[in-house]
T-cell receptor, first 115, second 113 residues
Framework: AQKVTQAQTEISVVEKEDVTLDCVYE???????LFWYKQPPSGELVFLIR??????QNEISGRYSWNFQKSTSSFNFTITASQVVDSAVYFC????????????FGAGTRLFVKA | DAMVIQNPRYQVTQFGKPVTLSCSQT?????MYWYQQKSSQAPKLLFH???????NEADTPDNFQSRRPNTSFCFLDIRSPGLGDAAMYLC????????????FGPGTRLTVL
């Protein structure tokens, strides 16, 4: 079975704080892909990053960074020096070669960044 | 700008009255998806098209149908909306390999009275 767990339902931080959003996944496939999407209040999901199962390198993009650890089946997302515009729901997602075009989304973490 | 457009953004219908939601894309992507998203939940895949090839999720109710007359357009038909069908409906597109990221439209919020 394939599953994505985002245990944090809501997180509230004050602007400029760092925040980490957790994501744990389950799959028996050896080839799989992990994603993070952002859903701001406007509604449309925006793609942030994709990682494949063979690439455990961490990635940094501006204030965003991602930590992929196969040993713990985790793909965590850190926002450094958070800003009010980071307030959104963030979804971690998983797709696999055997799953075809189906992407399994986690339940999402709602991030509130207060000024 | 290449994008995914959904119309209308808000749709109100009456219980049992058929409704059609539309999606168009300028990305020329092979794959188009329809998701249902209820409040504070993850998007739930209803079906997807690879070109004209239709793929229904096993748990998608028969009440939901879809049409894709050409590459650019895809429609979601709800034949007899129930109160439980009130949700945000998201259209997305992707390239032709399974690991491509998806590009989402802004969604249509459906209210059923």
């Amino acid at each position: 079975a394939q599953k994505v767990t985002q245990a944090q339902t809501e997180i509230s931080v004050v602007e400029k704080e760092d925040v980490t959003l957790d994501c744990v996944y389950e799959t028996r496939d050896t080839t799989y892909y992990l994603f993070w999407y952002k859903q701001p209040p406007s509604g449309e999901l925006v793609f942030l990053i994709r990682r494949n199962s063979f690439d455990e390198q961490n990635e940094i993009s501006g204030r965003y960074s991602w930590n992929f650890q196969k040993s713990t089946s985790s793909f965590n997302f850190t926002i450094t020096a958070s800003q009010v515009v980071d307030s959104a729901v963030y979804f971690c997602a998983l797709s696999t070669d055997t799953g075809g075009f189906k992407t399994i989304f986690g339940a999402g973490t709602r991030l509130f960044v207060k000024a | 700008d290449a994008m995914v457009i959904q119309n209308p953004r808000y749709q109100v219908t009456q219980f049992g009255k058929p409704v059609t939601l539309s999606c168009s894309q300028t990305l020329n992507h092979n794959v188009m998806y329809w998701y249902q998203q209820k409040s504070s939940q993850a998007p739930k895949l209803l079906f997807h098209y690879y070109d004209k090839d239709f793929n229904n999720e096993a748990d998608t109710p028969d009440n939901f149908q879809s049409r894709r007359p050409n590459t650019s357009f895809c429609f979601l038909d709800i034949r007899s909306p129930g109160l439980g069908d009130a949700a945000m409906y998201l259209c997305a597109t992707s390239g032709s390999v399974t690991y491509n990221e998806q590009f989402f439209g802004p969604g249509t919020r459906l209210t059923v009275l």
